[in-house]
């Protein structure tokens, strides 16, 4: 991939943008307020869409019915790849039309050359929007701070999707219905811990199996409860006790190579025989789930979940656990 610098990626991309000025300028076009604070005038239909993160952007686009012409791209033993995308909408670089413009910065050429008349950034993405506003109306949306899937929101408006969005909150909430159902009430626990740097690592609302869990009527342990924010909070080995609730849920990252049996083995290197101090692991209600399908911003993510958790907590006596 070619970075160029801050001066000449502007001049190239500026002299694309005036070449493309005619068919993106005869766009029917409105204002739209970005999470940044800034006014865009975005296409009231557009056409030629560039997210520039995958499982915050590019995932809830095609969920939403519309593929990206060009996308972030990881870089992974097989090639490049978009981070949940195979498993939770089947849309791969290798199966689909979507060009792969590089991970963070972005190729500012690449995206050029794909004549794109809207782009969507985050936080995640270091390219800056003085260039990608040059090719293009660029929108900055930001996921980290309004909820796990409050970037529907933003794109189901900048695509003219809403009806898709009400259907995906629609089954949402009925698979939200079914594991209340089975909880009838009771106050059963739930705790996600993931290991990170030889410590602990929580969050609030970890992904959107923490959302699952939150929505459906779980409580958790005080130690989360008090986390503030959307940022992870790290803990010493000695701090696992406080984490320990009826059902406990970890990830492990396939993507690296990450094995349910190695994310084990790091909660044993930081704290040597945890299962004696976790009542949800003597009682084998310890629960392994990807990383990548936890944590994505994705209606299907928080369906897989809730399955995941609806499998967990059935046929166990939830009255003995409740008391």
């Known amino acids: ?72 791209g990881r870089n992974g033993e097989a090639g490049p790849f978009m981070r949940g995308a195979a498993t939770l909408t089947g849309v791969t670089f290798e199966n689909s039309d979507i060009v792969n413009v590089g991970a963070s910065p972005a190729d500012i050429e690449a995206i050029a050359a794909l004549e794109p008349d809207l782009i969507i950034t985050s936080s995640f993405q270091e390219a800056p929007i003085e260039q990608l506003e040059v090719i293009a109306p660029t929108v900055f949306v930001e996921d980290n701070v309004r909820g796990e899937l409050a970037t529907f929101e933003d794109i189901a408006e900048l695509t003219n999707t809403q009806d898709k969005l009400a259907i995906l909150k629609s089954r949402y909430q009925a698979q939200i219905d079914q594991l209340k159902a089975v909880l009838g009430g009771r106050n059963i ?78 909660i044993e290197t930081v704290t040597p025989s945890f299962c004696q101090f976790l009542t949800a692991c003597a009682g084998e209600r310890f629960v392994l789930v990807p990383r990548e399908d936890a944590v994505a911003r994705s209606y299907t993510a928080a369906g897989m979940m809730a399955s995941a958790v609806l499998a967990a907590i059935s046929g166990r006596d939830l009255d003995a656990l409740a008391e």
């Open 1 to 72: 991939m070619t970075i160029l610098p801050r001066h000449a990626a502007l001049i190239a991309a500026a002299g694309i943008a005036l070449l493309l000025a005619a068919p993106v300028f005869a766009q029917e076009t409105r204002a739209y307020t970005d999470d940044a604070g800034r006014t865009v005038e975005v296409p009231v239909a557009p056409k030629r869409i560039v997210t520039l993160h995958d499982s915050s952007l590019t995932v809830p686009l095609v969920e939403l019915g519309i593929i990206p012409v060009g996308a972030f």
């Open 189 to 266: 626990s739930a705790s996600i811990i993931l290991t990170q740097e030889g410590q602990i690592a929580a969050w609030h609302t970890y992904g959107v199996i923490g959302k699952v869990l939150r929505d459906a009527g779980f409580t958790f342990p005080a130690i989360i409860d008090g986390l503030e924010g959307t940022e992870r909070t790290f803990f010493s080995g000695e701090e696992l006790p406080a984490f320990d609730a009826d059902f406990m849920f970890l990830t492990y990252d396939p993507s690296r190579g990450q094995s349910p049996q190695d994310a084990i083995a790091d």
